[in-house]
């Protein structure tokens, strides 16, 4: 037995024909198909401005007396690679975040001194936290 059905695919509406297996072992008669319709006219509202979130090992906005490592997406701090007081390179890894089952490499923006580290390996953190302060 087929069935006849109008599917709408981003604004186009099609109209298909779907047969059902099994249902006899002779072939269906053709369903009439009507003539399409016009698609529905989407009704879509203005999408919030997107808050730009700076990429992973990108420079952070500046603090006061250092430069900032943000996280660049929500997830767990699965290895910190530095502690306060350790000398850091830019473009050295400072720490290690877990999103979505996949090890993040965080890279510093800047070198200089770690004077903080705002978490600890399994805190989970959400973006745009501040989670090492860099002066």
Known sequence: M????RISVNGKS????????GASAAA???????????APVP?????????????????????????TIGAPMPGKIWKLHVREGDSI???QLALVL???????????PASGTV???NCK???SVNTGDVLIVIG
Request: cysteine-free; aromatic content about 4%; overall charge negative.
């Open 115 to 117: 004077k903080r580290i």
């Open 28 to 38: 269906p008669a053709p369903a009439a198909v009507q003539a399409p319709m016009p």
């Open 98 to 108: 877990e999103a979505m089952k996949m090890e993040n490499e965080i890279f510093s």
């Open 43 to 67: 009704v879509s509202t203005p999408a919030p401005a997107p808050t730009p979130v700076p990429a992973a090992g990108a420079p952070q906005a500046p603090v006061v007396g250092g430069t």
């Open 121 to 123: 390996e399994g805190d």
């Open 14 to 21: 099609y109209d298909v024909v779907v047969e059902e297996l």
């Open 2 to 5: 087929a069935r006849s059905y």
């Open 89 to 91: 390179e830019e473009g």
